[in-house]
């Protein structure tokens, strides 16, 4: 539909007409999409001094990764999907994509396509990280097998405790000058687990009470860091609220709840053009120090895709600010005065 509307302007392209959807279906069916991702990556890297930027400290910020996953909702059962049957006995596929979202580019390193009913810490098999990274993620990923890991590899991760987490209190940690009161415990723990062996095992983490005033709530945030402080500790959980802000930027810019193909391969095809198109927006937006949102750029772009006419140029009239000539203050005429 999209390029039926711009037929007679790709010509540019080398498209005389726009192919039917059940062609482009059928091709994406045989062609892998690690082309589209190897394209991806080597945009990213290609575009990495232009996005971002944080006020976490850059050996950290530089080295910080965040995960998190979000389902895409299929219109047919390819894959299983996740929550309860329905009762009409029907079911919907689900396509899940965890992320590892590199800080300091607000871009995925790494995806990984699988079922929506598979448990989100089959992903953390697949993250290979150099020694002094940072990892922080929900409870959802908590495996303490691999935190264990981890610990091991000298890789740091940051993540909240589960409510049920059985553990036992080691020692208090004495509080600096520069902890803020909302820091109302941080202490050192023993948590126990069985390891992959089926043997007991005990980790010794970091567990942080961390109050937040806005949302009237208390967290509780365990990590194998012990040398950064409990301010930052808290900064970096908080910092992993980007990656829900980067899976609601490419849902709501991108049609994704409407897939050309119908296998796997089509689906994934489409999602990383999408997240190659997300990367050169942002990189637009960025180099360009747009002031329109970033939904009416997309929106923008999206119209004039087909035109001849500069995007830098669009960008530019609408930065532009409007002089406008305040009319001169009016003054009542001195009537005790006149003649």
């Excluded at 482009?24 to 045989?30: I, Q, R, S, W």
């Excluded at 006995?89 to 598979?118: Q, Y």
């Excluded at 610990?151 to 509080?175: C, H, W």
């Excluded at 806005?214 to 930052?232: G, M, P």
Aim: with cysteine.
């Amino acid at each position: 539909m999209g390029l039926e509307a711009f037929e007679g302007k790709l010509n540019h392209l080398n498209i005389e007409k726009a192919p039917p959807r059940s062609t482009l279906a059928d091709a994406n069916m045989n062609r892998s999409s690690e082309v589209f991702r190897m394209i991806y990556n080597h945009l990213k890297e290609h575009y990495k001094p232009s996005l971002s930027d944080s006020t976490l400290p850059k050996a950290v910020l530089n080295n910080l990764f965040l995960i998190d996953s979000t389902v895409f909702g299929l219109f047919k059962a390819i894959l299983k999907t996740s929550g309860r049957n329905r009762l009409d006995g029907k079911r919907k596929g689900g396509i899940k994509k965890n992320t590892v979202l590199e800080a300091s580019t607000l871009m995925p390193v790494l995806i990984n396509f699988n079922a929506a009913a598979d448990s989100d810490q089959l992903f953390l098999k697949y993250i290979e990280l150099p020694s002094g990274s940072y990892l922080a993620f929900d409870k959802g990923y908590n495996n303490y097998s691999e935190f264990a890991a981890y610990t091991e590899k000298g890789i740091f991760f940051i993540t909240r405790q589960k409510d049920n987490a059985v553990y036992r209190s080691v020692e208090e940690l004495e509080p600096d000058s520069n902890t803020p009161d909302a820091v109302l415990k941080d202490e050192t723990i023993e948590q126990v687990y069985t390891d992959k062996k089926g043997k007991k095992q005990i980790l010794r983490l970091r567990r942080i009470a961390y109050w937040v005033e806005k949302e009237k709530r208390v967290y509780e945030f365990i990590t194998n860091n012990f040398q950064l402080s409990s301010q930052v500790i808290a900064d970096i959980y908080k910092f992993r609220w980007q990656i829900e802000l980067f899976f609601k930027k490419l849902k709501q810019n991108f049609p994704l709840q409407y897939f050309v193909g119908d296998n796997q391969n089509a689906i994934e095809i489409q999602i990383w053009c999408s997240l190659i198109a997300l990367l050169l927006l942002t990189v637009i937006h960025s180099q360009n120090k747009s002031k329109m949102a970033f939904s009416n750029l997309a929106t923008l772009i999206r119209i004039h895709l087909a035109g001849y006419i500069s995007i830098k140029d669009l960008i530019a009239l609408h930065n532009k600010k409007r002089q406008r000539k305040s009319p001169p203050p009016f003054t009542h005429p001195d009537i005790f005065n006149s003649g």
